[in-house]
């Protein structure tokens, strides 16, 4: 079911499926901010990656030397998440374990999601409770996708955590069966706009690690910007649909990361992945404006 929150400046929805944000209206021309889910270039707006973002290698991952079969960013994005608040400018919606995520991935947990609308911006909220009686690991991660006309004609402005334009970006490069490399590729971005097209998609998103980005700005080629995404987390992903020229772009703030093609390790040994002792929570949040 689909629940809507706005205030004078901007028009959201979101999905109790998935807890999805599904709209984002500028009110002043009405001009939808979010990708539209055409499956003829990818299904979805802006899924939740949890507990797992990317793929896992081989599908399959170890905890305490069992065995689990998962698919790519987990199955939080297509489970019925419960409607726990709703005011004129907030929502927030939850999602515990259930004897069919159990099977997936072994712990107790709690997710809760939150949209909460700030003028022109929403605020969005993730807590993670560990539920159970033993250490808890996990990955979370955001996957929102922007409406453009098409990828030419527009830049990305990357900033770092404290505002100064991002001149040159390291890549961490993608291999096979949606894992990445050791490989990493340096790229310039002069003055910190990075220019977007087709082939810059060429091999996959960009995942741009190690907290080098704080901000990132979806501008047109004359550096107006359209949108504006602010995070803490330690990645972001820039993605479009490789060798489809779709008319969308996404920048992701991630608390994790896909496994490497080289990792051999059980879960607490993944990169990027996240811990919480038993009874213990994870908070974290991300802002999208609207120009």
Known sequence: MRYVIENEWIRCEADSHGAELKSLVRKEDGREILWGADPAYWNRTSPVL??????????????EGKEYVIGQHGFARDMEFAL??????????????SKESLEKYPFRFRLKIGYLLEKSS????WVVENGGNEKMWFSIGAHPGFAIP?????????????GNPVTKIQNRIFGQGGCVTDRTEEISAPNGKLTISEELFENDALVL????????????????ALVTMEFDAPL???WSPPHKNAPF??????????DSEAFEGELKDRDY???????????????ITVS
């Not at 507990?51 to 991952?61: L, S």
């Not at 726990?84 to 374990?97: G, I, N, Y």
């Open 50 to 63: 949890f507990p797992f973002v990317g793929a896992v290698k081989n599908k399959t991952y170890r905890h």
């Open 84 to 97: 726990d608040e709703q005011e004129k400018d907030r929502l927030w919606f939850s999602l515990t374990d």
């Open 122 to 125: 929403v605020k969005v909220t």
């Open 150 to 162: 098409k990828l030419s004609g527009h830049m990305f402005l990357l900033y770092d955590r404290n």
């Open 209 to 224: 690690e190690n907290g080098q980005i704080g901000k990132a700005v979806l501008a047109d080629d004359k550096g107006n």
């Open 236 to 238: 972001l992903g820039l």
């Open 249 to 258: 772009v996404c920048m992701e703030p991630w608390y994790g990361r896909c």
């Open 273 to 287: 992945e996240q811990k919480l002792e038993a009874g213990e929570s994870f908070h974290a949040d991300y802002v």
